[in-house]
């Protein structure tokens, strides 16, 4: 079969397997019209070289390779023979497609992997192995698929602790657009997701093109457009010289990269992901969480402990994670990390006495962890000091007073699973916070650059904790939104976003986030009045009408928090319950909004539907724009109601004072009249299909 193609959700990926190379991609984006790949090979032809799946110079690429290596420094140009294609696919449906090929002369064999999900999604991994006498030293290896020349705008991310997913902007010209991290982890600054699109695309408009590489460690994303006019998105692992050295027989596989294709904008595209991830793991009913962290920091006294979790259930909360300062020596971040023993001096019932409390609250018992970490001052660092990933003869630079535990040697790993796992059985633990508060300086392991291995050996030990205690959620939290995903999100059930609970940050940290991670698994807690992190004061409403659209939770000292709190946090939580089933499973969709001072978003199902209008600080105009909603069908009716508190400041419009019917067509053209709001100030507004 010479010509292929993968087709679903209107996406389309069309290959030429034609030649004796390795199969070329002509072409990825909307559905063509037809099933027949070869009647479409006329229109495709053109001076422009269309990359192999693997672009090398031998099949006259001359951007980046998508393979780079060497053999004890001599380099042989690696020219592959195309050994079979099998093909499992329907049309419209989706399917995959394995590539098998090998070059004699280079002593390599490769076999990619290139599937299509029932949403239009395309994964794509290549495994390259040694089939030679000599050691082949692996410099990179990448996937990457086309995209055509009227994607000319890029957009990525940067960010810091704290505001994590910053966008940035920027034509797509000739040359290349890398952004690498070699942090040991996704990255605060990581870019998470790189698009390729019409110029101006915007949420709901404008033809896109994106691509995720689904791994944990080091890793790069970039764009690249070639003078002679071809242009791809690629993704991959980022290894460092003598990491990945394959000896005769062996083999190593790109972690699993993602692209998607949308003619409706970045929703479009974000869709697409959302249900691929909901679809790979599908979620339980997801409970309110209170985490202790901002409430009692180290404080782990058990009255304050128990009087906090009794007004959280009351409030409403399902669950109460026990954060950082259980375990023994640990009355600050100085010491104790990596001694997974409940601190008897501390506890000396052991957890059991809260544990039994929170089940007689009706609530579930989470606790936390940070597994690839460990203090210098600590038992474990004293007894094994070589279990510290690094130099033996000096640490490595030091990060909150912390260094990395070396996962892949074996000790370290099993001594991990052998504390978590006990702790799991003893306390019958519903949740674990899996936290990762550094990035990784220096990470030699055995003498050799020790990213790759240590990533791996997380995953293996989550892995494991999975397949002993299947009914067992993990959250990944990396110093909040560093480590963001799809290989984490493999094997977890939610992320923290930010460690920063500050509401007017989080409506543009979760809107970014929320392109790649559905709302069910991004964590979003109400904070304290008073930031802990910002030092902003802002209203209760706000902070719960934030934290409303995501994983919702509480990280607030609530012995603090005074009656008239407590009952309007209730009202809030309460509401959230009630729209979960919307808000955890619909579309996500964002209005691009004309007015910068606010931002209109909101998550649809057929029926039903739910958006937050949130005003982040005073309106350039007196009149505020009318609130267009994005994502009805334009032929049903729907009742509009508002849901929740309403702002005391507010001036609300006519149709906000009971509900009213409108057709969905009118609502997402004309729009509804917008409430008048001061700055961080939200309103959420509820439709029903009638």
Known sequence: MSFLMLSAADVALLIDASGPGLPRV??????????????????????????????????????????????????????????????????????????????????????????????????????????????????????????????????????????????????????????????????????????AGAAGFGFRSGEVWAVHAGWSGDHVHYAERLQEGAALLGAGELPEPGEIVLRQGESYSTPLVYFTWSAEGLDGASARLHDHLRAARPLPVRPVTLNNWEATYFDHGLDRLLELAERAAAAGVERFVLDDGWFRHRRDDRAGLGDWYVDEGVWPGGLHPLAERLRGLGMQFGLWFEPEMVNPDSDLARAHPDWVLGQAERLPPPHRNQQTLDLARPEAYAYLLERIDALINEYALDYLKWDHNRDIAEPVHDGVPGVHAQTLAAYRLLDELRARHPGLEIESCSSGGARVDYGVLARTDRVWASDSNDAL??????????????????????????????????????????ALFGHMGVEWDLTSASEAELEELAVWIALHKRLRPVLHAGRVVRADHPDPSALLHGVVLPERAVYGYAQLSSRPESAPAPLRLPGLDPAARYEVRVAGPVPGSALMPWWASEPVRLPGAALAELGLPAPALQPASVVVIELERV
């Open 26 to 195: 002509r072409h990825f984006g909307a559905a063509p019209g037809t099933d027949d790949g070869a009647e479409l090979l006329p229109l495709l032809a053109s001076l422009v070289t269309a990359p192999p799946l693997l672009p090398a110079q031998g099949d006259g690429w001359y951007g980046r390779p998508g393979l780079a290596g060497s053999r004890d420094g001599e380099h042989w140009p690696v020219r592959w023979t195309l050994g079979g294609t099998d093909v499992s696919a329907e049309p419209g449906r989706g399917g995959t497609v394995a590539v098998t090929a090998a070059d004699e002369r280079a002593g390599l064999s490769l076999v990619s992997e290139l599937g299509m999900d029932a949403y239009g999604v395309v994964t794509l991994r290549h495994t390259v192995t040694n089939t030679a006498a000599s050691p082949y030293r692996l410099a990179g290896l990448v996937c990457a698929l086309p995209v055509p020349a009227r994607a000319g705008e890029l957009l990525d991310f940067t960010g810091r602790w704290a505001l994590e997913k910053v966008p940035q902007r920027r034509a797509f010209a000739h040359g290349v657009w890398s952004r690498e991290n070699r942090r040991g982890r996704t990255g605060h600054d990581g870019t998470g997701l790189l698009v």
């Open 505 to 546: 940050d989080r409506q543009a940290i979760q809107r970014w986030t929320g392109l790649l991670v559905p709302p069910e698994r991004m964590g979003a807690h109400v904070g304290a009045p008073h930031d802990h992190i910002t030092g902003r004061s802002l209203p209760l409403a706000f902070r719960a009408g934030t």
